[in-house]
């Protein structure tokens, strides 16, 4: 391999994915779990893998969470682009947790190696719980205002009057999309990829031809090259 720790970040991560999707976090039931071993061996990621016996070698032997603590990984993680070393850094603490959890609040000792290696661990907990202090902190002055808190979001506003703003420059539609069945700006158009129920699509239609007929008017000119023209 021309960079051979890209080959090595990527499969430490795979591994990491994995043991959680074994394990599974939080209150998983039987059932579930069950289920989730059986989706484990037919995922085309894990298909050379055993499900149990990967666990037995995470847990049982030492060897796997050695390799988290190679400089080599360390290398590779700082080679990884930004996004990737997030969600390693990630996958790490969650592990920890999963592992605790497992064993009575209790952790293997290789584990302080780890985060000895990666100290980058301390500062994603430290964002964790600002994330979480901010979020409580908004949801207990809702309740302290009267604020109904619930999980489900409010139902969103209608965004139009049907047919009363079909065709014309306060129309929130695109109608590109309305009249040829795409948009080449994707998401990045800031009109609504959606035809509502008794949307005028012909008001649409004309009203896209009256801009492309105007365009066609004339060249694009100046204000000064324009009244030039006109005299």
């Known amino acids: 391999l021309e960079r051979p720790q890209v ?5 430490a991560t795979r591994l990491l994915s994995a043991v959680l999707a074994l394990c ?9 779990f069950a289920r989730s071993m059986t989706s484990f061996a037919l995922a ?12 037995s070698m995470w847990y049982d032997n030492p060897r796997l969470l050695d390799l988290m603590t190679s400089p080599a990984l360390r290398a590779a993680y700082d080679c990884a682009p930004k996004r990737h070393r997030a969600q390693f850094l990630c996958l790490l603490n969650r592990a920890t947790l999963v592992e ?9 000792g290789g584990w302080q190696e780890v985060m000895m290696l990666f100290p980058e661990i301390a500062l994603w907990k430290e964002l964790r719980e600002l994330i979480k202090q901010r979020v409580w902190a908004a949801a207990a002055a809702d309740e302290a205002a009267g604020v109904a808190v619930t999980d489900t979001p409010p139902p969103a506003p209608e965004r139009r009057a049907m047919g009363s ?16 069945g795409f948009c080449r700006k994707g998401d990045q158009c800031k009109w609504m990829h959606k035809v509502p129920d008794g949307y005028d699509k012909a008001k649409a239609s004309d009203a896209r031809r009256r801009i492309h007929e105007e365009r066609k008017v004339g ?4 204000a000064w090259a324009s009244a030039w023209r006109e005299a």
């Not at 209150?27 to 579930?32: I, S």
């Not at 605790?100 to 293997?108: T, Y």
């Not at 703003?165 to 040829?180: A, E, I, L, Q």
């Open 7 to 11: 080959g090595l970040f990527a499969e």
């Open 24 to 32: 599974g976090e939080g209150e998983v039931p039987g059932p579930a």
């Open 44 to 55: 085309p990621a894990y298909k050379t893998c055993k499900g149990s016996v990967l666990l």
């Open 100 to 108: 605790a959890k497992r064993q009575n609040d209790c952790v293997r």
């Open 165 to 180: 703003r079909d065709g014309k420059g306060s129309d929130p539609v695109c109608w590109n999309f309305v009249t040829d």
């Open 219 to 222: 060249p694009k000119a100046s």
